[in-house]
């Protein structure tokens, strides 16, 4: 038994670690690209809800029938909902077709954000996932308004109390 198992780890040592494995892993790195596949998916933070698909393209946003610039005027949302693109060395890769509803700005920027972010984990899930995964874009903000209950002025805030 001993001559059997020194045999199995004699005959697996030498393929582990070979010169052979670091050019399947560049070519792995320059098949990366399916720029030709769409993808779709929904994102939500808060009471914001973003139906996305991405698109093969030239970097085009639309955005309830509206321009990025237009449907987000402030910089940091902007911003925010590229960093998917950015991370993964994207921008201008994809176009972003995207139907928002509900909440505000920020909650619906963020929604935004959640869903390129799983449509381009759908895409390519070998190469995008990890780098997604590792920046926090496919985590679902669960925080959300709490709601008021009955006696308080708002959810935790109650009366001023008065001894006499």
């Known amino acids: 038994m001993a001559q059997n198992t020194e045999e199995l780890n004699t005959s697996e040592e030498p393929t582990s670690f070979t010169s052979e ?7 792995g790195e320059a098949e990366r690209a399916p720029l030709t596949v769409p993808g779709a998916a929904i994102g939500r933070r808060k009471r914001a809800r973003a139906r996305v698909r991405i698109v093969p393209g030239s970097g085009q946003w639309t955005i309830n029938g509206r321009s990025l610039e237009e449907y987000f005027p402030n910089k940091l949302h902007q911003q925010e909902v590229n960093d998917p693109f950015t991370l993964l060395d994207l921008k201008g890769a ?71």
């Open 21 to 27: 494995s670091a050019p399947v892993q560049e070519t």
């Open 94 to 164: 994809y176009d972003v077709v995207a139907r928002i509803d509900g909440g505000g700005p920020s909650g619906q920027s963020g929604a935004l954000r959640l869903g390129i972010s799983r449509a381009l984990n759908e895409i390519d899930r070998d190469h995008n996932r990890p780098a997604l995964k590792k920046a926090g874009f496919l985590t679902r903000d669960a925080r959300a308004v709490e709601r008021k209950k009955a006696g308080l002025k708002k959810a935790r805030k109650a009366p001023q109390y008065s001894k006499r």
